[in-house]
């Protein structure tokens, strides 16, 4: 089963009346200015997140409605999305579902589930279509309490929806603090316990060889570095750090503050994507994944994600004119501000419209050139 398009409305820089549909492929790459509008949809990831997890009122309260509603309550007194699926059945049918949640505003200050449903559209072996109403004026989902197979279904897929920005790597970050070696289930979303996850993988009988490719790419990236050395600390065996040795043989210990900032992120971005399959989350949402990385490490970046793609579906928000270059029209979608109406617009390119620009420039050029769109 893949997400093939989101339909938004209402959400934080998207109208409320229309709304966006936004198509999505094995990997999307959302490229636009500041302001446009990329990181919106990344946090409403985060939001769905919460929501499936029973924590849509926390994350509410944390962000404040006049946050999450496009120009406050005044404006928009309700947000909605309708995610589209298709999945490929044993008949070798395409089978669509789609799954609709509308968000109204409640006093005082909270967001409520005015209305969930269901809808099968096409699938071998149902009389369809078929429409299942799940909650109405509840303060969260009814998805995961719900005992309808497409429910359940639906909900193991929406709790496979992880995001992730690894931009924090600052003295105080996580992923240079000592971690508790169990927290390994999978990696968190700012890679505070990178330390453990690798640990996990390197003794692993069948996940060793996964450990390997990571550390083979983050070699190519950063020559000098030899392994990892994910001992427990010295007197608390429960404590992981991220120490590493580089490729001369030495046994000087390097610890993670003695690591470019780059070098860090790419470690976590080589640790997520080339995990083993059965790990790898079901949708995968990365923002700004660039960030700091020397251009060698950009396209090396780009070849796991075409890697991961395979087996998980990717969605990075970028202004890396580099990493652009690394895919085809197809898998972009441009973000722009429409000052008319205010709001967010999210454009999928043609390819057949830019035969003609592409035989002579690349995308990067097409987008400082303003061909694409998505300029300030």
Same mark, same amino acid.
């Given at each position: ?9 209402? *959400? ?5 009346? @229309?709304?966006?549909?936004? !198509? ?23 939001? =769905? ?21 496009? %120009? ?28 609709? +949640?509308?968000? @109204?505003?409640? $006093?005082?200050?909270?967001? %409520? ?12 072996? *149902?009389?369809? !279509? ?56 999978? /990696? ?9 996850? /690798? ?53 000087? /210990? ?24 059965? /790990?790898?989350?079901?949708?995968? $949402? =990365?923002?700004?994944?660039? &960030? ?27 202004? #890396?004119?580099? &990493? +652009? ?18 709001? #967010? ?25 303003? +061909?694409?769109?998505?300029? !300030?």
């Amino acid at each position: 089963m893949k997400l093939k398009q989101i339909h938004l409305r209402g *959400y934080k820089s998207i109208d409320g009346e @229309s709304g966006q549909k936004i !198509p999505l492929g094995d990997v999307t790459v959302l490229l636009g200015a500041n302001g446009s509008g990329k990181s919106n949809l990344v946090s409403f990831f985060t939001m =769905l997140n919460f929501m499936t997890t029973g924590a849509l009122q926390q994350y509410v309260g944390k962000q404040g409605v006049s946050r999450l509603l496009f %120009y406050g309550p005044k404006q928009t007194e309700s947000m909605s999305f309708i995610l589209c699926f298709e999945s490929e059945t044993a008949q070798d049918t395409t089978a669509r579902d789609t799954y609709e +949640v509308s968000l @109204s505003y409640g $006093v005082p200050d909270r967001l %409520y589930v005015s209305e969930e449903r269901i809808f099968l559209h096409k699938k071998r072996g *149902y009389l369809l !279509p078929l429409e299942y109403f799940l909650a109405s004026g509840s303060a969260e989902l009814e998805l995961k309490k719900n005992k309808n197979p497409a429910s359940k279904d639906l909900y193991g897929w929406l709790s496979g929806i992880r995001t992730y920005q690894f931009h924090d790597t600052s003295d105080t970050a996580k992923i240079k603090d000592r971690g508790y070696v169990d927290d390994a289930t999978y /990696l968190r979303s700012d890679a505070g316990n990178l330390a453990a996850f /690798l640990k996990m993988l390197k003794e692993h009988d069948d996940y060793h060889k996964y450990y390997e490719r990571i550390v083979r790419h983050i070699q190519r990236v950063m020559p000098q570095f030899g392994d990892f050395n994910l001992e427990s600390i010295p007197g608390k065996k429960d404590y992981v750090r991220l120490n590493w040795t580089d490729n001369t043989g030495s046994d000087y /210990l390097f610890d993670p503050d003695q690591l470019s900032d780059g070098s860090l992120r790419f470690m976590a971005l080589a640790t997520l994507l080339l995990q083993p399959p059965e /790990l790898l989350p079901r949708f995968i $949402v =990365l923002d700004e994944p660039e &960030l700091g990385l020397h251009p060698a490490a950009i396209a090396e970046l780009a070849g796991i994600i075409r890697s991961a793609s395979q087996r998980t579906q990717v969605l990075l928000a970028t202004q #890396s004119m580099r &990493l +652009v270059d690394e895919f085809s029209p197809e898998q972009l979608v441009i973000v722009e501000r429409d000052e008319e109406k205010r709001c #967010s617009v999210f454009t999928k390119l043609d390819s057949e419209q830019l035969k003609d620009w592409l035989g002579r420039y690349s995308l990067s050029e097409l987008w400082e050139k303003n +061909v694409l769109g998505g300029q !300030p």
